[in-house]
């Protein structure tokens, strides 16, 4: 069984336009698993938190996975994809080669929340053409048993006598790092056990409730919990209802050198991607 290895507080921050948010993953520099970079998490019902949105902005080396609770947010960008964000559902982009998009709230008023995942791409992917997909929250399965709901966002996942796979890399766009995403509700006091493939890199973040539990220690919420090897973790919600991003992923073991939103294998790649964002080449093969 897992354990907890170390525990990542979020931290407040702000991005795009200035759109308040929480970052655990990625907070510091290095302060990543591979082969995940970032977790972001935005919630508010203040519109002055989040209108502002995130204008216009290049990405290359990686994918970002926008997954919403609540809200509405429009996504643009130069390769001609336009898609509307609403509470569940979950927009999937590989930026690899490159691509420049926005993120706009489509309210001004009510409460936004959601999280942003960041995943590294192996260097053989990293210079393939974008691609892009938004799936609606009735594309995501639900299983429910014992007191626990699990949503699958990605990978294959067993609760009970139920099985589900996810609309990502559950037998379909198969991907290099095997994600596995879950979003997981536990009851007052249920537990869950999630099996995980060995080796692979794996961490739960809470957002709502007071805390879970990982063999015995307290994850709080609002924190990332990073997990030991192994080929499962058992988490057990305290006395009020905890809600959870449980990710796991196959690791790359490559150099990450990252500027900002571009995410390389050297400084040299780096410099390439900047002059290709000025010089409008990014998305170009």
Excluded at 43 to 69: K, N, Q, W
Excluded at 115 to 141: G, S, T
């Amino acid at each position: 069984m897992r354990t907890v290895s170390q525990i990542i507080p979020s931290l407040p921050t702000s991005d795009g336009a200035g759109v308040q948010l929480r970052r655990s993953l990625g907070s510091r520099r290095g302060l990543q698993l591979d082969p995940f970079l970032m977790l972001d998490e935005f919630y508010s019902d203040d519109p002055r938190d989040y209108i502002a949105g995130f204008p216009s902005h290049p990405h290359r080396g990686f994918e970002t996975v926008t997954y919403m609770l609540d809200g509405h947010m429009r996504h643009e960008d130069n390769l001609g994809h336009r898609g509307d964000l609403r509470p569940g559902d979950v927009q999937w982009m590989t930026a690899a080669r490159g691509i420049v998009h926005s993120e706009m709230p489509q309210q001004t008023q009510g409460r936004m929340r959601g999280f942003q995942l960041w995943i590294n791409l192996p260097a053989r992917e990293k210079m393939l053409p974008a691609r892009y997909r938004d799936i609606a929250a009735d594309q995501i399965p639900t299983l429910t048993s014992g007191g626990v709901s699990a949503r699958v966002i990605a990978g294959r996942f067993a609760l009970g006598e139920q099985r589900a796979s996810g609309p990502v890399n559950g037998g379909q766009e198969p991907r290099s790092t095997d994600p596995l995403y879950l979003d997981l509700r536990l009851a007052p006091g249920a537990q869950v056990q999630v099996p995980l493939q060995r080796g692979y890199n794996a961490f739960l973040y809470v957002y709502d409730g007071d805390e879970a539990r990982v063999a015995g220690r307290s994850v709080p919420r609002a924190a990332a919990a990073l997990l030991s090897d192994g080929e499962a973790v058992q988490i057990e919600a305290a006395a009020r209802e905890t809600r959870l991003l449980l990710l796991a992923g196959r690791p790359i073991g490559e150099p990450v050198v990252q500027y900002g939103p571009f995410v390389m294998n050297s400084p040299e790649e780096i410099e390439q991607a900047l002059e290709d964002y000025r010089s409008g080449r990014l998305s170009v093969a």
